[in-house]
């Protein structure tokens, strides 16, 4: 498969050296390495698929210039436009054209997330009660250096993009709303700490984010009526921890078992060969994006009136 990598950050030098030798051509306005400004001037003939890695107001235009053009793509997280249909114009494209766009949640493919989902969905934990998460990293300054990325809904949409799709990765649940406990501007113009939790369906969940974590770092904690299971750090900034434990009735130090990784982070491979096993099936992941936009936007408008109402009192 011939690919092209629209825009050359971060996540576009990551994307690329993944593409490796099926990069055909590179897409930036501002990068000397670019062979093209714009996705529009590269021939259509010269490529299969795209990894769109662009600002979230350009994604639009782009996603349905290469869908209307019968190109797979993978699109980086997350897809937050203004309205449900947008993304649903993007679904029937896809379908008409029978080709895959695929947002890219490279955390699923972490190893101990999947060995989470496996444990939920054995039963060994029984009823759960709580699901609690953290994600945090350093990059407060960063991000306030970035005017692209120090606006709108800053680490809400950036990290709790990442803990909404987890949810749905090991409960495959949508039937949840969620309220916001806190949300903060310690050092950005956009919000650099978040707060939220699950409203009253079952489990509860927690989930907190963080631009102001010095030392980067994720955590999730799932407690059942069984026993618990723990996931302390990822691949990426190892080592990485995974622990279960049997609950010891009526009370007690309960038995456990720990499994810890030091190894490269392999979610980006990963990943690149679940898109192009999309790309063969024809397939899409947007439906997701419908429900992780409509609570991203609910979680917004909630701090957006609770910030309007401390502003008049």
Request: hydrophobic content about 35%; glycine content about 4%.
């Amino acid at each position: 498969m011939r690919i092209i990598v629209v825009g050359l950050g971060v996540q576009g030098a990551k994307r690329r050296r993944i593409a490796s030798d099926s990069v055909v051509a590179l897409v930036d306005p501002f990068s000397s390495e670019a062979s093209y400004k714009s996705v529009e001037s590269v021939p259509l003939e010269h490529y299969d698929a795209a990894l769109v890695c662009v600002p979230d107001e350009e994604k639009q235009p782009i996603l349905r210039y290469l869908l209307q053009n019968d190109k797979h793509i993978l699109v980086e997280k997350p897809l937050l436009f203004e309205s449900r249909q947008e993304i649903e114009s993007l679904i029937d494209l896809c379908n008409e054209q029978k080709v895959t766009c695929y947002t890219a949640y490279n955390h699923r493919f972490e190893p101990h997330f999947i060995r989470m989902k496996e444990v939920i969905n054995s039963g060994r934990l029984g009823k759960i009660y709580n699901v609690s998460l953290f994600y945090g990293n350093g990059t407060a300054r960063l991000v306030k250096q970035s005017p692209w990325r120090d606006q709108g809904y800053g680490v809400l949409s950036d990290l709790g993009s990442h803990l909404l799709d987890t949810f749905l990765f090991w409960f495959d649940r949508r039937d949840y709303d969620f309220s916001m406990v806190r949300a903060n501007r310690f050092e950005n113009k956009a919000f650099d700490h978040f707060t939220f939790v699950s409203l009253a369906s079952e489990p509860f969940v927690q989930c907190e984010l963080s631009l102001l974590s010095w030392r980067n770092h994720f955590r999730a904690d799932v407690y059942g009526e069984n026993g618990s299971a723990h996931i302390s750090s990822l691949c990426k900034w190892g080592p990485s921890t995974f622990t279960l434990r049997d609950r010891i009735l009526p009370s007690g130090k309960p038995p456990e078992e720990s499994i810890t990784l030091v190894q490269e982070d392999p979610t980006w491979q990963e990943e690149y060969s679940y898109f192009k096993m999309m790309c063969r099936q024809k397939t899409n992941n947007l439906s997701n994006d419908l429900w992780i936009q409509e609570k991203l936007q609910n979680l917004f408008s909630q701090t957006l009136s609770k910030e309007e109402i401390k502003n008049v009192a």
